[in-house]
């Protein structure tokens, strides 16, 4: 939840370093910086004095652009969820075996982590009644078509006969998930996203090897 605040943990930008923005490109530039400090400091824990230190803005200045601090919250839930269906669609429209499919899928969630690592920092947030509670519960929603999406997919692949007999399709998701999930939590302990990709097709790889019968490629 955003608060005001007089700390500015950054010295802030000379006159000549704010050169002037046209108001959308202005109005990315602090949602950017929100995630950037959502990250640094987690999402409850953000202020409006780190964010207009960062920018070098004054407070009102930022008001000029939201109204208020929910309105913040809501374009960015509202442009992660965005990003998270368009990775859906992506995989929905390809006509790629059912493996390869489910490959770019997990890869393209993990490549939206890489660029918002903020976003498990969101997802995770406990804070009732914030700002962050209705885009917890969007977002959670938007995981949620995610993980059909991979069920869907195992659900092809079984019925193609590219799966293990007797494989459940649930235990099979959770598997391909649960790549996902270790993947995020070592990047909240570890606070580097730089690996998730790399590792991330790596372990996906070899978590498949060991779910799909002998001789089906992705």
Known sequence: MLKKSAHVPEPTRTAAMRARKSSQDRKAEILATILDLAFEVGPAHVTTGMLAGRLGLTQPAIYKHFPNKKDIWHEITNSLCARIRENLRQGATANDPPLAMLKQ??????????????????????????????????????????????????????????????LEIGDAEMLVFGVIQSLVLRLMVTRNPTLLEQDGERLFDLQLALMKTEGNPL
Request: hydrophobic share 40%.
């Open 105 to 166: 899928l997990v890869l393209g969630h993990l490549r939206l982590v890489t660029e918002t690592p903020a976003l498990p920092e969101i997802i995770v947030a406990r804070d009732p009644g914030s700002d962050l509670t209705e885009a917890r519960q969007q977002i959670h929603a938007a995981m949620g078509e995610f993980r059909e999406a991979l069920r869907g997919k195992l659900s092809d692949a079984s019925k193609a006969g590219h799966l293990h007999h007797g």
